[in-house]
């Protein structure tokens, strides 16, 4: 997968000026930085390095991509990676393991490119289905499921420590709302 990169308007510490952010496969090298932004995102239960590098040694199965921002010199200090994502397939089931971004970058739409490239792997790899975990409280990250077609499947109680999780689906990929947008362009946001 070439690097794909994108212009965030009003995106990244010190709102007001455009981002060049770009998109590209996750490699060992990028793990202890994808460590660190796991512990930002996920303080409870971040992922350890060696789960990433297990996942990225399973390359036939799986995919994970990071964001960063493309040698803009106009960001004070950016952080040495603004986002990832990941899922590993099962059959024609994707599983979606984790979206992260940088507290930093929220808001800015990065999720959505990020989710819309991850969906877009898996259909090329013959998933027609999707399905994540999601905390059970963290309503902002349920609503942004939804507003791309995911639909409450279930819960699981315990499944992070003591709280519950929503099991979040997308059960036909093909034929849902969010598969014209991966028919679509996807280096400008909408």
């Known amino acids: ?21 770009e998109l590209e496969l996750m490699n060992l090298a990028d793990v202890e930085s994808v460590a660190e932004l796991e512990k930002l995102c996920f303080p409870e ?3 350890p390095p060696e789960v990433y590098r297990d996942e990225l040694a399973d390359e036939h199965e799986t995919v994970y991509l990071v964001v960063r921002v493309a040698n803009d010199a106009s960001v004070r200090t950016p952080p040495t990676l603004v986002a990832n994502g990941g899922f590993h ?12 971004t940088h ?7 990065i999720g959505e490119w990020l989710l819309l490239h991850l969906l ?28 791309h077609g995911f639909a409450v499947a279930g819960r699981v109680k315990r499944y992070y420590g003591n709280e519950a999780a929503l099991v979040l689906t997308l059960p ?11 028919a679509e362009p996807l280096q400008d946001p909408e």
């Open 120 to 147: 877009r792997a898996a259909r090329r790899m013959g998933a027609r289905t999707v399905t994540l975990h999601v905390r059970a409280r963290n309503v902002a990250a349920v609503e942004f499921y939804r507003k």
């Open 1 to 21: 997968m070439p690097k794909n990169i994108k212009r965030f308007p009003d995106c990244g510490h010190g709102k007001g000026h455009a981002v060049m952010l």
């Open 45 to 47: 239960d971040p992922w």
């Open 172 to 182: 036909d990929l093909d034929g849902s709302e969010v598969s014209r947008r991966l």
């Open 89 to 100: 397939l099962e059959g024609d089931a994707a599983y979606i393991t984790t979206i992260a």
């Open 103 to 109: 507290p930093w970058w929220r808001r800015c739409k």
